[in-house]
Structures are given as structure tokens and as C-alpha cells.
T-cell receptor, first 107, second 115 residues
Framework: AQRVTQPEKLLSVFKGAPVELKCNYS??????LFWYVQYSRQRLQLLLR??SRESIKGFTADLNKGETSFHLKKPFAQEEDSAMYYC?????????FGDGTTLTVKP | KAGVTQTPRYLIKTRGQQVTLSCSPI?????VSWYQQTPGQGLQFLFE???????NKGNFPGRFSGRQFSNSRSEMNVSTLELGDSALYLC??????????????FGPGTRLTVT
């Protein structure tokens, strides 16, 4: 069965501190890995796509196929990063979402 | 370009009724996927349509159905509504070229409340 685990439901850091949001997945086949973000009162939007290897808003994610992990990192968190983050393997038109991590960045 | 739109944005229905939700994808996108979002179950995949054909389906009962029109617009129907169907229903569209999907773009969702 396909499963995505985001172990931290809530994560709180101070502004300027590093942040890491964990994602582990169990998936048959070769999915593409995405991170989505949902800011308050906004729609779900793409934050980062593994194959593009772009750094969006200072976030990066490393795919570790051996550990089947795709952790999201940012060296210096900003208050505007406060949001809900979802890890989602994608394959054949279907995204499988984790439960999400609510990140709060305190001033 | 215009984003994914969903109508209506809010809906209140009674148990036993049926409901139809609509999704207009981004122009040129032929893949439309539907998701249900609830506090207890999170975001769950319902089904995906491509060129008017259902290509992928999640683990939902047959009361949940959908269709896609030739202009790629999609509708989702839920019959015999139950209280547990109360949720935010999200639609996402994606382009598909040469066997490769592009990223999914999500709509704002339709908030369905079943009383």
C-alpha cells in the first residue's frame, strides 16, 4: 500500500532558525516527489518538485531513495513560512498526501 | 493564465440528497484529479480523468462518481449523501505530454456540508 508519513504534526521554530520537515514514503513504482504548501486562507500550491531541483523560497529537499525519504529544509526560517506543508508522491495522475505538518515561525 | 476554478464554493445539503460539483481546469490541461480533504482523513484521492476517461480511482464507494467533458471540464457527483461526506473537495489539473505529467494546479475547493 502507498503510504506517506510526516511524523511532525506541529513544528515551531524561531525566525532565523533552521527548519526541517520530515517525509517518509512507502510507494510501489517510481513516483515523482512533491512538496505542497497551504498558507492561511489560500489554496494548495506547489512548493517544490524533486526533478526540477529548484530552490523555492529558500527551501530545498533531498530525495533519499534508500531511506525513501524526502525531507524539506530551509536554513533560515522566516515568519512568512508559517503554513501547512504536505509531502506528496505523484504517479499516474494521483497524488498521495501525508497528513501535513503545520509550521509556525515565531518572531 | 486563469487558474483552476471550482463551483460552487460552498454547499449545504441534507442526508440522502445528491450533489454535483464542477471543476474548470487550466486551459490546455487534459488531466483533472479530485481529492477529498477532511480533518480526520486528510487529503485523499478520489479519481483522475483524462480525455473524458477515468484513468485512476481511489478507494471511495460507488456513490462517488465523476465525468469529464470534451472541453476538459469535470464534474463530480455524490449520491445518497452521508454526514461523513462533509468535506472540502479539491480539484487539480495537470498537463500531460509525451507520457509525462506536469505539476498539479489546485482549485480553491468546494466546501460541502451535509446536515
Amino acid at each position: 500500500a502507498q503510504r506517506v508519513t510526516q511524523p511532525e504534526k506541529l513544528l515551531s521554530v524561531f525566525k532565523g532558525a533552521p527548519v526541517e520537515l520530515k517525509c517518509n514514503y512507502s510507494y510501489s513504482g517510481s513516483p515523482e516527489l512533491f512538496w505542497y504548501v497551504q498558507y492561511s486562507r489560500q489554496r494548495l500550491q506547489l512548493l517544490l518538485r524533486h526533478i526540477s531541483r529548484e530552490s523555492i523560497k529558500g527551501f530545498t529537499a533531498d530525495l533519499n531513495k534508500g531511506e525513501t525519504s524526502f525531507h524539506l529544509k530551509k536554513p533560515f526560517a522566516q515568519e512568512e513560512d508559517s503554513a501547512m506543508y504536505y509531502c506528496a508522491p505523484f504517479n499516474a495522475g494521483k497524488s498521495t498526501f501525508g497528513d501535513g505538518t503545520t509550521l509556525t515561525v515565531k518572531p | 493564465k486563469a487558474g483552476v476554478t471550482q463551483t460552487p464554493r460552498y454547499l449545504i445539503k441534507t442526508r440522502g440528497q445528491q450533489v454535483t460539483l464542477s471543476c474548470s481546469p487550466i486551459s490546455g490541461h487534459r488531466s483533472v484529479s479530485w481529492y477529498q480533504q477532511t480533518p480526520g482523513q486528510g487529503l485523499q484521492f478520489l479519481f483522475e480523468y483524462f480525455s473524458e476517461t477515468q484513468r485512476n480511482k481511489g478507494n471511495f464507494p460507488g456513490r462517488f462518481s465523476g465525468r469529464q467533458f470534451s472541453n476538459s471540464r469535470s464534474e463530480m457527483n455524490v449520491s445518497t449523501l452521508e454526514l461523513g461526506d462533509s468535506a472540502l473537495y479539491l480539484c487539480a489539473s495537470s498537463s500531460w505530454t509525451g507520457g509525462i505529467y506536469d505539476e498539479q494546479y489546485f482549485g480553491p475547493g468546494t466546501r460541502l456540508t451535509v446536515t
